[in-house]
């Protein structure tokens, strides 16, 4: 029951991750083999000498993956030029997936000369990145049609195999929500894993468990550092030191010795037990005098030799398993098949940083999912398992529900400051513009009609005729630039813009009008505020287009912390069943409402008018 339990839930989880890629536009776009690669001493060339072409003595030859990344004291130089992509216009994100990557500067240069500079990397801070992801990612700059320069160096420790892709934002948005609930479900089982056999050490007084919590622990410590959540939790303004060596010594430390303990390898084969003891000491002082910055081997060797001691710890780990079970100790049989699902997991992730086999979506997760199925398989007793992670889930469905409530508050505040800046600019520039235009029209048809020449008197009445086109116009510029921002929000206050809102919009057309308005400047954000005005103007909108009114009455008060609005008209009405299914104005009222933890509610009858209502809490 457990384990087919534990597969449905990875089977699903999987599932929802792959649920975003419906087309091709959600597809990551591999461009890897198109760099070019170069390589030069440290600090020897200008990047901006690179991307122009004029570091001469730099040889570029193609990439061909999978190769990887090789370690060196030099600088590793990638170039391409990215041309035009179909929807390249449109936000695109550059990742370099994986997370072994010490030092990443990437140069963007575009058609006009102008050109971009980001950085990431284990050694940048975090709290720099232009995204903030734990991974290697980047912005593309928006162009149309144009090429754009990509000019990359870079620097790591460990051999790695490269690959770089194309996202779209809206499926890398979707990757990391699906990425944020992996990671979710994973924590969340080591963490009730070790719960559960602290329990099992104290109620058993057996410390075999005691060392199993310490290996889980390490083996959790290693996919955050491997994954680079550790840059985004641990040291946001960035770290002096590299811990991974030292936590995957502690990983063979409390791996082997949880096996010795557990199966009594002391008592049955003593000098297994001690051979076992010394090489894990060793794997632990190794790697905590790496991250002391203590050095026994040489540099280009120090990775490969952990990862030769992990691959040694594993294949103890199922080679005493095994014999233990043909010895008849049965429970034996579970830690066998639970280190070679690790060593699976283990030994697909190397394969992959070694840039022996091809990156994919899915690949550098292979050491997560293995760490997991160990973890079950050496948990068979968690009775309240499936309890445990449903809880977990909801936890992680939360967050999840969260930080997409938070980008939507994000999108929006996006798109007001969009719509503020095209605003000023039609106020400012072309307003201004018209403006000029229409008093030099003025000032010619007031010197020609002073003037007796009787050929300027023909053109005066087209002068004029221009002029009056040029107030329409500016009339025209001064509605859309109020429509699009509500410049008397911010000067004046909400209900100001409130008001000047209804005067505009039902005065001319003599619909009378009523308001009465509590002034609340400054219990509301700029946020809320503009989410009120937002809901009250397409009300309006509304109105003008299919109420056929004669009298529309507004109020808005407070209660209990709340901001009440009511809107009522006289005019026709509508079938609200009917209508705001379809509706998206209505529609897009209720999620912006909605999403600051208000409400909307709206009441009509064919011939009974409307009357909507809608609130939202002050903070």
């Known amino acids: 029951?457990?384990?087919?339990?534990?597969?449905?839930?990875?089977?699903?989880?999987?599932?929802?991750?792959?649920?975003?890629?419906?087309?091709?536009?959600?597809?990551?776009?591999?461009?890897?083999?198109?760099?070019?690669?170069?390589?030069?001493?440290?600090?020897?060339?200008?990047?901006?000498?690179?991307?122009?072409?004029?570091?001469?003595?730099?040889?570029?030859?193609?990439?061909?993956?999978?190769?990887?990344?090789?370690?060196?004291?030099?600088?590793?130089?990638?170039?391409?030029?990215?041309?035009?992509?179909?929807?390249?216009?449109?936000?695109?994100?550059?990742?370099?997936?994986?997370?072994?990557?010490?030092?990443?500067?990437?140069?963007?240069?575009?058609?006009?000369?102008?050109?971009?500079?980001?950085?990431?990397?284990?050694?940048?801070?975090?709290?720099?990145?232009?995204?903030?992801?734990?991974?290697?990612?980047?912005?593309?700059?928006?162009?149309?049609?144009?090429?754009?320069?990509?000019?990359?160096?870079?620097?790591?420790?460990?051999?790695?195999?490269?690959?770089?892709?194309?996202?779209?934002?809206?499926?890398?948005?979707?990757?990391?929500?699906?990425?944020?609930?992996?990671?979710?479900?994973?924590?969340?089982?080591?963490?009730?894993?070790?719960?559960?056999?602290?329990?099992?050490?104290?109620?058993?007084?057996?410390?075999?468990?005691?060392?199993?919590?310490?290996?889980?622990?390490?083996?959790?410590?290693?996919?955050?550092?491997?994954?680079?959540?550790?840059?985004?939790?641990?040291?946001?303004?960035?770290?002096?030191?590299?811990?991974?060596?030292?936590?995957?010594?502690?990983?063979?430390?409390?791996?082997?010795?949880?096996?010795?303990?557990?199966l009594r390898i002391r008592e049955r084969i003593p000098i297994l037990f001690w051979v076992s003891s010394v090489v894990t000491v060793m794997a632990l002082v190794f790697g905590i005098s790496h991250a002391l910055k203590i050095h026994f081997v040489p540099y280009q060797l120090r990775g490969t030799l952990m990862h030769a001691l992990l691959l040694l710890g594993c294949f103890y780990f199922i080679g005493v398993s095994t014999v233990s079970y043909l010895m008849g100790i049965k429970q034996s049989r579970f830690l066998a098949l639970s280190m070679l699902a690790l060593l699976s997991g283990l030994v697909i992730y190397l394969l992959y940083t070694y840039g022996w086999i091809k990156y994919n979506l899915y690949l550098i997760h292979a050491l997560e999912v293995g760490s997991l199925i160990e973890g079950v398989l050496l948990s068979l007793a968690l009775s309240d398992r499936i309890n445990l992670l449903s809880q977990e889930k909801d936890r992680a469905e939360k967050e999840a529900l969260d930080s997409q409530r938070e980008f939507s508050k994000r999108l929006l505040k996006a798109q007001e400051a969009d719509r503020e800046k095209f605003s000023n600019t039609m106020h400012d520039s072309i307003g201004h513009g018209m403006l000029v235009l229409k008093q030099n029209l003025q000032r010619i048809s007031r010197a020609a009609s002073s003037d007796e020449n009787p050929e300027l008197g023909g053109y005066l009445g087209q002068v004029q005729e221009q002029a009056g086109y040029c107030s329409e116009i500016l009339d025209d510029i001064r509605r859309m630039s109020h429509d699009l921002h509500p410049h008397l929000l911010t000067r004046l206050g909400l209900k100001t813009a409130i008001e000047s809102t209804l005067d505009r919009a039902f005065s001319k057309l003599g619909i009378?009008?009523?308001?009465?308005?509590?002034?609340?400047?400054?219990?509301?954000?700029?946020?809320?505020?503009?989410?009120?005005?937002?809901?009250?103007?397409?009300?309006?909108?509304?109105?003008?287009?299919?109420?056929?009114?004669?009298?529309?009455?507004?109020?808005?008060?407070?209660?209990?912390?709340?901001?009440?609005?009511?809107?009522?008209?006289?005019?026709?009405?509508?079938?609200?069943?009917?209508?705001?299914?379809?509706?998206?104005?209505?529609?897009?009222?209720?999620?912006?409402?909605?999403?600051?933890?208000?409400?909307?509610?709206?009441?009509?009858?064919?011939?009974?008018?409307?009357?909507?209502k809608f609130g939202l809490p002050s903070g």
Not at 523 to 546: A, F, G, P, T, W
Not at 567 to 589: A, C, P, R, W, Y
């Open 1 to 262: 029951m457990i384990f087919r339990n534990f597969f449905i839930a990875v089977a699903l989880l999987l599932l929802s991750a792959c649920s975003g890629q419906n087309n091709i536009d959600s597809q990551p776009v591999d461009i890897s083999e198109q760099f070019l690669l170069a390589t030069s001493p440290w600090n020897t060339h200008d990047p901006l000498d690179v991307l122009a072409g004029r570091a001469t003595d730099l040889e570029f030859k193609p990439v061909i993956t999978p190769r990887q990344i090789k370690r060196d004291k030099n600088d590793m130089w990638l170039k391409l030029v990215l041309q035009s992509v179909e929807g390249l216009n449109s936000p695109r994100i550059l990742e370099l997936p994986g997370h072994l990557f010490a030092r990443v500067d990437v140069w963007f240069e575009r058609v006009n000369g102008q050109i971009i500079t980001l950085h990431s990397g284990s050694s940048y801070p975090y709290k720099d990145r232009v995204i903030k992801h734990a991974g290697i990612v980047f912005p593309i700059p928006a162009t149309s049609s144009e090429p754009i320069k990509v000019l990359i160096k870079y620097q790591t420790g460990t051999p790695v195999n490269f690959a770089a892709l194309i996202w779209h934002e809206d499926a890398w948005n979707d990757y990391l929500f699906n990425l944020r609930g992996w990671y979710g479900f994973f924590f969340g089982a080591v963490l009730i894993l070790c719960f559960y056999n602290f329990f099992l050490a104290f109620t058993l007084k057996d410390k075999s468990y005691l060392y199993y919590v310490g290996y889980i622990l390490s083996l959790a410590g290693v996919v955050v550092l491997y994954s680079g959540l550790a840059e985004e939790y641990l040291w946001p303004l960035g770290k002096t030191h590299t811990y991974i060596l030292m936590v995957s010594g502690f990983g063979i430390f409390f791996g082997v010795g949880f096996v010795n303990s557990f």
């Open 512 to 612: 009378e009008w009523q308001a009465d308005i509590v002034d609340i400047s400054g219990m509301l954000d700029s946020d809320r505020e503009i989410i009120i005005y937002r809901v009250i103007q397409e009300c309006i909108n509304n109105i003008l287009k299919h109420a056929n009114a004669s009298e529309v009455v507004l109020s808005l008060g407070v209660y209990s912390g709340v901001v009440n609005v009511n809107i009522k008209d006289d005019g026709d009405g509508f079938n609200v069943n009917k209508t705001t299914q379809n509706s998206l104005g209505l529609n897009e009222m209720k999620d912006r409402l909605t999403l600051f933890g208000g409400w909307f509610e709206i009441a009509s009858e064919e011939g009974s008018g409307t009357h909507v």
